[in-house]
């Protein structure tokens, strides 16, 4: 007997380290993984050079292809690299590169997808970090389209050194209502400003060669239910409101690809959804990129997609198995020549990419460069919104002074959500270190307090020179929420996830944390030069305190070198010139209806300031607002031409003088008015907007335009815009505040008077 328990004892030893060095070989192997090349082998395809060479090779290339062969160009990898994902996300703390669309025996090189919203998500075994940037609303408050072109281009290098070469960015979708919780990751409210900020990100992207994917195509503006929501509208809605930032994105960005929503939109999913991805996309638009589906479950049916026009499956191969294809076209559902024909045009675009000459070489040691957080800094400080100013800011430079910084927010590691976006920083200075930073040399004293008691905050304020109170959010109040279509409740009514809400999401209250609220009341009664600092991704509700708080500054979640920005705004070495990118509502109940776990939800034509206007409703800040520590005076409106045909743009001119003490920037904002329409439109839409710097005393004469067609509206019934022969009215200033804006009128067409 005891022979036999010590031989059992020694299969069991044995079979232990055995399956003990497989775990270990496999671990070792999936975080030291191979990496392949991105670039054509030239020498593989000799005298191919232009586009027209191109795209015959993607023909001839597919045309040799086996049925399984085509197959493996529609999606990421098999679920067999799942747990190399796994083990590099939560043990590595790094995304590891998904190879997609290799095929060695043609010499296809893969390409690579990483996340880019604020800084490369996949990163080489080699590195730490990267340049971390702050968020896009933030920068969309920026109002800086070059700005926001260079923020890209740094963002496509890091990602070239990092061996990727398909960012998921920038994201365009529309913020409906301040409580979507990815509204951190995209631009705004307005469709005009996602556009022109979507052309920038996309421009700045593709200088590199490394392919842009816009997303999430479309009204995905809701985070807890987004895989089972239904999102119901109109046609103008979808074409007048939804849509135009995507078609000027893709179409005036030359974007190589685009990246479809989980939701589905008036009853199809938009992964299959004919409407979108063919009818619009590619037949009106001519589109003639790719289009990746969002990750984990952004299909659901695989028959459906190929049909639609969804190109490529990411990250996994599910829906579109080699099984359901091979079935389907034996059951005469699709055809092989429908695999084809979006394997040719994925297959046309990347090889474009492929086939490219870089204009330098990118290596490790330009990621977070000093070049690089310099401009994350120059992002911040150019991004940052003061909201509100008595005579507090800028804080006096004098010597001797005790500086309280207080708030949970103050001295913590936070630059966003943590989900897809998540660009890991080489590294990142709070507020309160952004204030030692700055103060060190001057021999000024900070005491730094969590916030913990608002009493104790009181007296520690009471005490100080200048008080400094950081409030807001971090990645556990908004940001991705990840939740699987099987854990949603089917019931009819908006129900709540099953099990516990995790981290991120949508948020519910747009009032700050109730210890944030006791603060701002208790530090702002005992001092009056007091700041607030928000940090969060997208408006709130201020009532309970704004009375209260004599400065108010909009921080965002500002990056990596967002602490250090935050010192150089609050003591005037930086002027602030950022400008709201939405609307802040008086009252809550006067956004649209917002329901995180709504299966089915309707948009309607009106949002942000179209519907605050139209309603007549006060607002808390308009749309565009934001001081300065200077102060621009508007004059001499002038129009080229007050009577333009429709084929003709509108130009014009306005004087805008600093007439403060201090240089700055100011962002000119143009919009038009409709109130002759004969159809229901907004009062007003922005057309058009610049950032000029403006030294002290200086008249600077600034230009701007408007294309007759961008005065388009669309007819359902006819199914074609329409530009109405009538008056325009034309806004100009710093903010969508008629009461500050100079006027003037156009005419469109020609006149019966």
């Known amino acids: 007997m005891k022979s036999k328990s010590k031989r059992s004892l020694r299969i069991f030893g044995v079979l232990l380290v055995t399956l003990l060095i497989t775990l270990a070989l496999f671990y070792f192997s999936s975080i030291n993984y191979k990496y392949y090349p991105l670039q054509v082998d030239k020498s593989k395809f000799p005298g191919i050079s232009s586009n027209e060479q191109i795209d015959a090779l993607a023909e001839a290339l597919v045309d040799s292809m086996s049925l399984d062969e085509k197959i493996g160009q529609l999606y990421g990898n098999t679920m067999f690299s799942a747990p190399k994902l796994a083990i590099n996300l939560i043990i590595q703390k790094r995304f590891p590169h998904v190879y997609v669309g290799r095929n060695d025996r043609l010499n296809i090189p893969p390409w690579v997808l990483s996340d880019g919203p604020r800084g490369v998500r996949v990163m080489d075994r080699l590195i730490d970090g990267v340049t971390n940037f702050p968020v896009a609303m933030a920068r969309g408050a920026s109002w800086d389209t070059d700005l926001e072109r260079r923020v890209n281009e740094v963002i496509a290098i890091e990602m070239r050194a990092n061996g990727a070469n398909y960012a998921a960015t920038p994201c365009i979708n529309l913020l409906r209502h301040p409580g979507w919780g990815r509204a951190q990751e995209t631009y705004g409210e307005d469709p005009w400003l996602l556009g022109e900020f979507g052309v920038a990100a996309v421009q700045g992207i593709q200088k590199h060669n490394v392919m842009a994917c816009p997303k999430h195509f479309a009204l995905n503006s809701i985070e807890n239910s987004r895989h089972v929501i239904d999102v119901q509208l109109s046609e103008r809605a979808l074409r007048e409101v939804y849509l135009p930032h995507f078609r000027k994105t893709l179409m005036k960005g030359k974007s190589a690809s685009l990246m479809s929503a989980y939701n589905s939109v008036n009853g199809a999913f938009c992964s299959n959804n004919k409407y979108l991805l063919n009818d619009i996309l590619r037949e009106e638009w001519g589109f003639e990129g790719f289009v990746s589906s969002d990750w984990f479950y952004g299909t659901t049916d695989g028959i459906a997609s190929i049909k639609a026009g ?444």
């Not at 002038?638 to 920037?665: C, F, H, P, W, Y």
């Open 310 to 753: 969804l190109d490529v499956e990411m990250p996994f191969q599910q829906m579109y198995a080699n099984k359901v294809i091979g079935d389907g076209i034996k059951e005469g559902l699709i055809s092989e020549s429908d695999v084809d024909k979006i394997v040719k045009r994925s297959l046309k675009t990347r090889l474009k990419y492929a086939f490219a000459t870089d204009e330098m070489t990118y290596g490790l040691e330009q990621v977070g460069s000093q070049e690089h957080i310099d401009l994350a800094r120059e992002t911040a400080q150019k991004s940052m919104v003061l909201i509100k100013n008595e005579q507090v800011l800028p804080f006096n430079k004098k010597s001797g002074k005790t500086i309280a910084v207080i708030g949970r927010l103050a001295n913590l590691l936070n630059t966003g959500d943590r989900g897809s976006s998540n660009a890991k920083a080489k590294h990142i200075v709070t507020p309160y270190e952004g204030l030692v930073n700055y103060h060190k040399k001057r021999g000024n004293t900070l005491v730094l307090y969590d916030g913990k008691n608002p009493k104790e905050a009181a007296k520690i304020a009471e005490s100080a020179d200048d008080v400094i109170l950081v409030v807001g959010f971090t990645f556990e109040d908004e940001g991705e929420y990840m939740v699987s279509a099987s854990k949603m409740e089917k019931s009819a009514d908006a129900g709540k996830p099953i099990g516990d809400k995790g981290s991120g999401g949508d948020r519910e209250n747009l009032s700050l944390r109730p210890i944030d609220e006791k603060l701002i009341h208790s530090v702002a009664k005992a001092n009056d030069n007091v700041v607030i600092v928000y940090v969060g991704g997208s408006a709130i509700d201020m009532n309970a305190w704004e009375n209260e708080a004599k400065a108010i500054l909009f921080a965002w979640y500002a990056g990596m070198e967002g602490g250090n920005a935050l010192a150089n705004i609050l003591y005037g070495d930086v002027n602030p010139s950022g400008k709201l990118p939405f609307s802040i509502a008086r009252n809550d109940s006067d956004y649209p209806l917002f329901t995180p776990y709504a299966h089915k939800v309707t948009y309607g034509y009106y949002h942000g300031y179209t519907l605050f206007e139209k309603e007549n409703i006060e607002v808390a800040w308009p749309f565009g607002h934001g001081l300065s520590y200077t102060q621009f005076e508007y004059s001499d409106i002038q129009l080229e031409n007050e009577n333009i045909s429709l084929k003709d743009t509108l130009r014009l001119s306005v004087l805008v003088q600093n007439t403060g003490k201090m240089a700055g920037e100011e962002v000119v904002q143009l919009y038009v008015g409709f109130s002759n329409s004969k159809v229901d439109r907004p009062v007003k839409l922005l057309r058009d907007f610049k950032k000029l710097s403006i030294q002290s005393g200086e008249t600077k004469e600034l230009l701007l335009k408007v294309a007759v067609d961008d005065l388009a509206w669309y007819d359902p019934a006819i199914k074609k815009w329409v530009v109405d022969q009538m008056e325009y009215e034309l806004f100009v200033g710093g903010s969508s505040d008629s009461k500050n804006l100079l006027t003037a009128r156009f005419f469109v067409g020609q006149r019966n008077d």
